[in-house]
Nanobody, 115 residues
Framework: QVQLVESGGGLVQPGGSLTLSCAAS????????MGWYRQVPGKQREWIAS???????EYADSMKGRFTISRDTTKTTVSLQMNSLKSEDTAVYYC?????????WGQGTQVTVSA
């Protein structure tokens, strides 16, 4: 059963912007903190940002300023707005939902930043 579905990945030029979306079931959306991570081959998955059911966002220090996480209660989606993208932002981006020790991952969406 697929509970998280990411979309919005693709190819973007350096300096460009992209918005990723993660569609969640209403149950997950209302009870779980939702987050975004990314991973490049050979490296550990890296936390970008999370947002609680209350709407309070948190960011990794290195992600502050260019990335914005938000949630849409009507659509039960969590979005990640990415600006001023760099080649080093190229990665597979994953949505996750977490409540205590219960963690659910999406399938990931590729983001490639290249001219």
């Amino acid at each position: 059963q697929v509970q998280l579905v990411e979309s919005g990945g693709g190819l973007v030029q350096p300096g460009g912007s992209l918005t990723l979306s993660c569609a969640a079931s209403r149950r997950l959306f209302s009870l779980y903190a939702m987050g975004w991570y990314r991973q490049v081959p050979g490296k550990q998955r890296e936390w970008i940002a999370s947002i609680r059911p209350s709407g309070h966002p948190e960011y990794a220090d290195s992600m502050k300023g260019r990335f914005t996480i938000s949630r849409d209660t009507t659509k039960t989606t969590v979005s990640l707005q990415m600006n001023s993208l760099k080649s080093e932002d190229t990665a597979v981006y994953y949505c996750n939902a977490q409540r205590g020790d219960n963690i659910i991952w999406g399938q990931g969406t590729q983001v490639t930043v290249s001219a």
